[in-house]
């Protein structure tokens, strides 16, 4: 394998002892995985809690700091943390003011942040939920029980978070948490195949000159395979797709994500054509974020998320955060 790994059985591990050593402004716990703001609890301030599977990174370790995340739990390469985590994580973070768990909409990830969640009342915090569920490429997919939760999330965490800082109560920030992901969607290209280190093999068969439109963030299939497509016609059918669902009225903010593999270079140049399919279609732009967020491992592609926003979302959004992977406004 062509790897930048020790052995596959201490992946996970390893890059927590990477981040710990990165980022001394964070609480790593290498042993039970939890990744942690150093100043959990703030007292009187609601706590996102989030994770998954490792392989999606920065999400979610990566969002965790000022105006975001509280602490993050990773689990296995593509495998949901399990409840202790989550409920460690809820304990570290909490002030009081409760705890609001953002859940992927992924089975293993619904039903561990839920059976959390009951543990968690059960020692006395209060908990909220939010479901992140984005993706319009397909319904009821592999994982899935309805729609996939794919780039939305960095909003709902960013958006939130922010409401969070500034003290907002729970039932304030799950309402504006659920309000960023009713008013987002997703839709993702694959121009290859990721490679989990346990494997060592690309996950699915994409033939050479293929790609896959409507892809999942752990390679789950999409709507179709078609003949290699330049970043214009990619463009056209992926912001197309978003666009006809989620039909925005107002402006939007933009995340034109890559799924790991795909350079900034190839990134900032399908982001022109995402502006141009979104001017043809008269939809304003108020903000755009390029990069690779929510990934795949080393899976090359790309996705576009879109969130309409309102002033006071738009507000949330501009407030200042510093996590390792998103930070402006401090």
């Known amino acids: ?20 050593a990165a980022h001394p402004e964070l609480t790593v716990d290498v042993e039970r995985r939890v990744v942690v703001r150093r100043d959990a609890p703030v007292a009187g301030k609601v ?8 392989g999606h990174e920065p999400l979610h370790g990566g969002f965790v700091g000022y105006g975001m995340l509280a602490a993050a739990c990773p ?9 202790d985590q989550m409920v460690r994580a809820a304990a570290a973070v909490d002030s009081g003011a409760g705890v609001l768990f953002v859940v992927k909409n992924y089975t293993g990830d619904v039903l561990n942040f839920e059976m959390a969640a009951e543990l968690a009342e059960d020692e006395g915090i209060q908990v909220a939920k939010v479901l992140v569920d984005d993706d319009v490429a397909v319904t009821d997919s592999l994982y899935t029980a309805g729609r996939r ?7 709902v965490e960013k958006i939130a978070g922010a409401a969070a800082e500034e003290g ?25 195949a990721c490679t989990t280190p346990a494997k060592g093999s690309p996950t699915f068969d994409l033939p050479e000159g293929e790609l896959e439109l409507g892809i999942g963030i752990h390679g789950e299939p999409g709507r179709e395979r078609r003949a290699m497509m330049t970043s214009r016609e990619i463009a056209d059918v992926a912001v197309d797709a978003v666009v006809e669902d989620l039909r925005p009225s107002g402006p939007v903010i933009a995340l ?19 502006q141009r399919v979104l001017a043809e279609r008269r939809v304003p732009v108020a903000r755009t974020l390029v990069g690779n967020y929510v990934t795949s491992l080393d899976m090359a592609g790309c996705s576009v998320t879109l969130c309409e926003i309102d002033e ?19």
């Open 75 to 83: 689990g296995e390469v593509f495998t949901s943390p399990v409840p």
């Open 1 to 20: 394998m062509r790897m930048l790994i020790n052995v596959p059985e201490t992946v996970v591990a390893d890059a927590l002892r990477g981040m710990a």
């Open 47 to 54: 706590a996102l809690v989030s994770g998954g599977g490792s």
């Open 312 to 330: 006071e979302l738009l507000r949330l959004w501009d407030a200042p955060v510093q996590t390792p992977a998103l930070r402006w406004g401090r």
């Open 256 to 274: 034109v994500n890559g799924m790991g593999a795909t350079p900034l270079l190839e990134l900032y140049g399908f982001n022109a054509e995402v």
């Open 168 to 192: 907002a109560p729970l039932e304030r920030v799950e309402a504006i948490a659920r309000r960023v992901d009713e008013r987002s969607r997703s839709f993702g290209v694959a121009l290859s």
């Open 149 to 155: 939760g794919t780039g939305a999330t960095l909003f």
